[in-house]
Each structure stands twice: as structure tokens, then as C-alpha cells.
């Protein structure tokens, strides 16, 4: 390291709708001349990591922050098999955007976490096509289906690293900056659907409505008559399994840098809310960045 610049790795973490954050993280760092040869991420990150490395990150953020519930909904593709989402429609949506040669081809050097199903193990998926990696990373269980994959059958990576500080380093990286957006979970009422409740919600679509029936949250405030829904039970129960491994593994394998967005009010579906955790990742980064500056020299 001392006869050449060091090797940045960016580590972009799981968090569903918060993952949005990771645009305003990104904008910081560049706007501070810090721009990271590697990134890596698991589940939202590899999909905002994989359009960062492609060079795609304004196109990604003029469509997020245009996006309405009803563009959400439209997205979503209802199946029961696996999961409730197929989710083609997302991976017809990102084939657009990117023009995918494989993830060798990216502009930076990149690559996502994905978990077997049948054994548990960490996949890390470093070549191939782009959307084929991240479909597989953000299969996040009970919604998204399963992915299968030269003879594997891979689900979120969030479920083994959520912040893929490790993955970052066996790339090469020297220094790696880590995002966390799943630190401040616990102890929160987290709802996979807040949108429900929303005057964003069309009245009188019959695909909404199809899919509130299955993914409406309820007010559990305790006692068995306010029992929460089954995705409200497997939502939550996710969130505090990716807190714990995340603590877990970011003691074993601690980055450099952490830059821990505070995105409590965003659910897993909120996607529509884009401006809310782009801003906040933003925030979160320019706290950061004076550590950050004194790390890099």
C-alpha cells in the first residue's frame, strides 16, 4: 500500500426498500472524489451496486424517485410457488437499463452474495450475467422465488452476509467502506406494507387489492386478538436474524468505514419512497466522510 494508491471496496447491504439509501451513500462519496474500484452487495445492494458499476446510477435514480405504489405494484408479478413475487417483470425492467455483457464486462470491478438453499452455503457470484447474479440476490424468502443457478437453487444473500465487507476484501480491496441499513431494526414496527394505509393506494385495482390480501400488515399491539399476518411474522423475524448476523459478522470481519443510514419509517415494499431514503443516505455519508477523508489520507 505504500507504493500505491489503496484499492476502495464499497460494501452495499441488504434492507429491501432501504437499499435506496445506497444512491444518496454513492452520491456523497463521488461528489468527495471517492470512487471505489470494487463493489460489492447482497440482496437491494447488488442490484443498486450492479447498476453503479455499469455506470447506470442516474438512470436508476431518475426511475426510483419517479416511481409511484401503483408502479410498484406493476412490477410485481403474483405467483404461489416458492414465493408470492415470480419477479420477471423486475428482471425484464433491469435488462432494459443494462446492457448486460456479463459481469466482467462492468466498468467496476463487482460482485453479489446469494445463499443455497439446500446446504446454507455463502455463493458469490463474480461472473455471468449481471441480472441473473442479482435476481438471485435479492430472492428475499417467503417473497421473491427462488433462483435456480448452474445446478443450485439460490435465495437472498441477506440470510448469510448482509454487508459483504468479506466479499469486498477477496476482491482485492484494501480499505472497504461498508453500508449497514439494517442496524436500527430492532425494537421497531416494521411493516412489510405501510403503503396499505396510504392515499398512494388505487382504490378499485383488482391486482392491488390481490396482493394487499396477502401482504396487508396488522396493528399487533399485543394479545391474541391483534396477532400479526403470516409476512408480517416472516418480515420481522428476517429483520432480526440480518441484525444479528450482521453484528456478528461485522465484528469477524470489520470494514473500515461504516455508513449506517437511519431508516426506521421504510418498510420492505416501500419502494415508492425513494426521495425519503435517498436523502438519508446522503445524510448518513456526509457524517461519515470527515472519518472516511482521515482513512484515505
Known amino acids: 500500500m505504500k507504493n500505491r494508491h489503496p484499492r476502495i471496496g464499497l460494501a452495499l447491504g441488504s434492507g429491501s426498500a432501504r437499499g435506496w439509501s445506497h444512491i444518496g451513500v454513492i452520491r456523497v462519496l463521488e461528489e468527495a472524489g471517492i470512487s471505489p474500484e470494487i463493489v460489492c452487495g447482497t440482496s437491494i445492494g447488488s442490484l443498486v451496486g450492479a447498476v453503479y458499476a455499469a455506470g447506470k446510477l442516474d438512470s436508476l435514480e431518475l426511475w426510483v424517485k419517479e416511481l409511484n405504489w401503483q408502479g410498484v405494484v406493476g412490477l410485481l408479478d403474483l405467483k404461489m410457488g416458492g414465493g408470492l413475487i415470480e419477479g420477471s417483470k423486475l428482471v425484464g425492467f433491469l435488462r432494459q437499463q443494462l446492457d448486460d455483457q456479463g459481469i466482467e464486462q462492468l466498468a467496476k ?52 452476509n448482509p454487508v459483504p465487507v468479506s466479499l469486498c476484501r477477496a476482491m482485492g480491496a484494501d480499505i472497504v467502506i461498508a453500508v449497514d441499513l439494517n442496524w436500527d431494526l430492532l425494537g421497531q414496527r416494521q411493516r412489510i406494507a405501510s403503503a396499505a394505509q396510504s392515499s398512494e393506494v388505487p382504490a378499485n385495482n383488482g391486482k392491488f387489492n390481490a396482493l394487499l390480501a396477502k401482504l396487508r400488515p396488522s396493528a399487533w399491539l399485543g394479545g391474541e386478538a391483534n396477532m400479526p399476518s403470516m409476512l408480517d411474522v416472516v418480515s420481522t423475524s428476517l429483520n432480526i436474524m440480518q441484525v444479528r448476523i450482521s453484528q456478528s459478522r461485522l465484528a469477524g470481519e470489520p470494514a473500515d468505514a461504516i455508513i449506517r443510514p437511519k431508516l426506521p419509517g421504510i418498510a420492505a415494499l416501500d419502494f415508492h419512497r425513494a426521495e425519503i431514503a435517498i436523502s438519508e443516505g446522503a445524510r448518513a455519508a456526509r457524517h461519515a466522510l470527515p472519518f472516511i477523508k482521515e482513512l484515505l489520507g
Open 109 to 160: 470491478s463487482f460482485a453479489c452474495v446469494a445463499t443455497d438453499l439446500a446446504n446454507g452455503r455463502e455463493i458469490w457470484l463474480r461472473e455471468g450475467p449481471v441480472v441473473d447474479a442479482v435476481r438471485a440476490s435479492l430472492a428475499l424468502p417467503g417473497l421473491f422465488r427462488p433462483v435456480w443457478r448452474e445446478g443450485q437453487l439460490l435465495v437472498d444473500g441477506g440470510l448469510v
